[in-house]
């Protein structure tokens, strides 16, 4: 039995790309996913809809304070907050865990 993951809502928050790869592209076919490129929009999007993951990517403009995790928890906190990054981002990330982040990918290594 092949069970469907559609009823899992993730939440990317990443800077709008040109020429690369969304992280939509590898989660489109099992997750319902939803992509904003602004803290503001992801705030608005937490508050009204069903989100069960959310995504951070550490290159988005004005993420690059804890004070921004901070925030999306506050509407999200029991919701799991995976970031990535670049291997730079790596002492970041560190800071944004001890924020209530769960976990920190490195995007260099998920190709």
């Known amino acids: 039995m092949i069970l469907s993951h559609k009823a899992i809502h993730i939440l990317i928050i990443e800077p709008p790309l040109e020429g690369e790869k969304s992280s939509q592209i590898f989660l489109q076919e099992a997750y319902d996913i939803k992509i904003v490129h602004t803290l503001e929009k992801a705030l608005s999007l937490i508050q009204n809809h069903a989100i069960d993951v959310l995504v951070l990517d550490l290159s988005t403009p004005g993420i690059k304070s804890t004070d921004a995790l901070r925030k999306i928890k506050t509407f999200s906190a029991d ?15 560190q800071d944004y865990i001890l924020a209530g982040a769960d976990d920190f990918l490195n995007k260099e290594t998920l190709d």
């Not at 919701?79 to 990330?93: C, Q, V």
Request: zero cysteines; a negative charge.
């Open 79 to 93: 919701k799991p907050t995976i970031l990535l990054g670049s291997k730079e981002d790596e002492t970041l990330a």
